[in-house]
């Protein structure tokens, strides 16, 4: 481990800012989801119904943006956004759907036609197998739609490059979900998981790419995705799709829903997404880390009982980092006692309560959490007074 | 043509569990990257026999299954079966593998095997280790029953082995790596996973065979 600077014991927990300064800190937050929120559509709206969610929205993230500078708690404003947008995201998605199909189901007659939207989880499914057998698996037609899926490639390979596994606790739009459901309890009810259950996401990972490559198509899609019960379930025709119906709730409510809260960890983020594990590996190429500096540890082991997605065990801790699979959500750095956690930038000095460190990290990532998904929650605020005023969420 | 491409895309699960037993074995037989070459030549030839046996063996019981409904649900309930396996394999508390537990490390009763049987043990480490319930040799296991005959099941775990062999070739230069155990358990779990999707498979096979009868 590079130098531990010697802090006063307080300082690891005292790390917000003073007024001035949190303000100072947030202003270029509110320039920068100023320009993309409203730059990116040509200038302020006119319409009531366009400007007051844009406005909201973007009051909304900067008002949390500077609570995280001026407490300097990170987990606790991260979630509030996160889980918003997971939930507009539900929303938004959802009623969609509706307004374009009609319907939540997803027929064969959609899936032949590239009705389906680009979702970030088939990316390991579609770009690994695409490397051995040069055929592309992607649930839906690229035809005449390959201009923005391969847009969100590049978003993507951005996000992974700045971001690490980063993204799935400041990106994912699926995440929010299990991660509101695991701060409904207070008591954890399920404690004891064992270790080697951390690593099926990987065989997941492993198992979809070569039945992807095999059956030449999506696997996961098809067969194990939980997100199917909030986005598009498959059109129960037969007994096939209805099994496969009975799988994608199972696997929602299982892992999404049940074990989050009686855990009070991200199950499905930690156990077995393989979009998650897919990430951790470039977390090894990824600027930003959490680190622990081990002369201040207590060995109290908490991180290891919180950590949502299971990134801390004792070997980590005895090597004063966390595993591959850390998603950077902070909540570690929130809540060690000793104030051992904290953001670190790789390759320069490791210093305890590092509050540079943890500002580089946090704009590039609050700020891809509110462009990434900001149209969704103004979608959703749209349709929230729509539901008010006409009684439903369909323009 | 899909044998070959399992293998390519399954290799690194397939070195996972065949290097635990053929890196100490090299380490302990070979005394450099020259001499291990026909050391691992003949692991190899194992393997490929051990496969083509398998395949051969395959095809046999797909044939002897007939056509229609019944092919649907025999396939259906060995799919089942071959699911309950892998799931108890892949998610039950881990064993060390039989061939593993005759290299593991004890050189001194490798190299007593290995003056006994200089020539043949490699072949049956390859045979044993190439035989082993890793996903991706279950995966072969369906392909080669759906395939449609003795010879192309035979051809599939042909090409199957011509696939995976690819990511044993740098083995004699690159020694003991650090993370197979790692990668034995993500493996093992991997197994599990494709024991719950045969598991699907199964299920679905079976129901549609009863519904044709």
């Known amino acids: 481990m590079t130098e531990a600077c010697v802090m006063p014991l307080s300082a690891g927990r005292d790390r917000g800012l003073s007024l001035g300064r949190a303000v100072l800190v947030s202003l270029p937050m509110v320039l920068l989801t100023a320009f993309m929120l409203i730059g990116g559509r040509g200038g302020m709206p006119r319409k009531a119904m366009e400007a007051i969610p844009l406005l909201i929205t973007f009051g909304g993230v900067n008002v949390l943006f500077f609570l995280m500078a001026k407490s300097g708690r990170t987990d606790r404003y991260r979630a509030v956004l996160f889980v918003t947008v997971a939930v507009s995201f539900a929303i938004s998605f959802v009623a969609n759907l509706f307004e374009v199909r009609g319907s939540m189901a997803l027929t064969e007659e959609d899936m032949l036609r590239g009705r389906t939207p680009f979702c970030h989880m088939v990316i390991p499914m579609t770009l690994i197998p695409a490397v051995f057998t040069r055929t592309i698996n992607f649930p839906g037609s690229m035809l005449g739609g390959f201009a923005p899926i391969a847009g969100m490639f590049v978003i993507w390979i951005g996000a992974t490059v700045s971001l690490g596994r980063g993204f799935c606790s400041w990106g994912c739009f699926f995440g929010g979900l299990e991660d509101g459901f695991s701060r409904v309890r207070k008591r954890t009810a399920v404690r004891n998981i064992a270790d080697r259950w951390t690593y099926l996401p990987y065989a997941v990972l492993v198992s979809i790419v070569i039945l992807s490559a095999l059956s030449l198509s999506p696997t996961y899609c098809m067969w194990l995705c939980p997100f199917k019960t909030v986005s598009e379930y498959v059109a129960v025709t037969d007994f096939r799709r209805a099994l496969q119906a009975a799988i994608f709730l199972s696997l929602f409510f299982g892992l999404v829903v049940v074990l989050p809260i009686l855990s009070r960890r991200r199950t499905q983020c930690g156990l077995f997404c393989p979009m998650g594990a897919f990430q951790g590996l470039f977390n090894k190429t990824n600027l930003f880390e959490v680190k622990i500096d081990q002369s201040r540890c207590s060995d109290c082991a908490h991180c290891t009982r919180i950590c949502p997605t299971f990134s801390i065990d004792k070997a980590s801790l005895a090597r004063g980092a966390t595993r591959i699979s850390c998603s950077k959500c902070g909540k570690c750095v929130d809540d060690c006692p000793k104030g051992a956690a904290t953001f670190h930038v790789k390759g320069t000095p490791f210093v305890l309560g590092d509050k540079l460190a943890r500002f580089l990290f946090l704009y590039p990532a609050f700020l891809f959490l509110v462009v990434f998904n900001g149209g969704m929650i103004q979608d959703t605020i749209r349709r929230l007074f729509l539901l008010v005023s006409t009684g439903s969420l369909l323009r | ?213």
């Open chain 2, 1 to 213: 043509m899909s044998g070959f491409l399992l293998g390519l895309a399954s290799g690194t699960s397939c070195l996972a569990f065949c290097a635990p037993v053929l890196v100490p074995y090299l380490v302990a037989e070979a005394a450099g990257p020259l001499r291990s070459v026909p050391l691992l030549a003949r692991f190899m030839f194992g393997r490929l026999l051990g496969y083509l046996l398998f395949g051969l063996f395959v095809g046999v019981a797909g044939s002897l299954v007939g056509q229609g409904p019944r092919r649907e649900i025999g396939f259906g309930l060995a799919f089942l079966g071959l699911a309950a396996l892998l799931v108890c394999y892949g998610f039950g508390q881990p064993r060390r593998s039989k061939a593993a537990c005759v290299v593991d490390g004890r050189t001194s009763a490798l190299r007593r095997l290995a003056g006994r049987w200089p020539g043949v043990l490699p072949i049956v480490l390859g045979l044993l280790t190439g035989l082993n319930l890793c996903p991706p040799f279950a995966l072969a296991v369906a392909g080669a029953a759906e395939s449609g005959g003795v010879a192309a099941s035979v051809w599939f775990f042909a090409t199957f082995f011509l696939g995976t062999s690819i990511f044993f070739l740098p083995l004699p230069g690159l020694g003991a790596l650090r993370r197979f155990e790692t990668l034995r358990l993500v493996a093992r779990l991997a197994a599990g996973v494709v024991g719950v999707y045969f598991l699907y498979r199964g299920v679905v096979l079976v129901h549609g065979g009863l519904a044709r009868l």
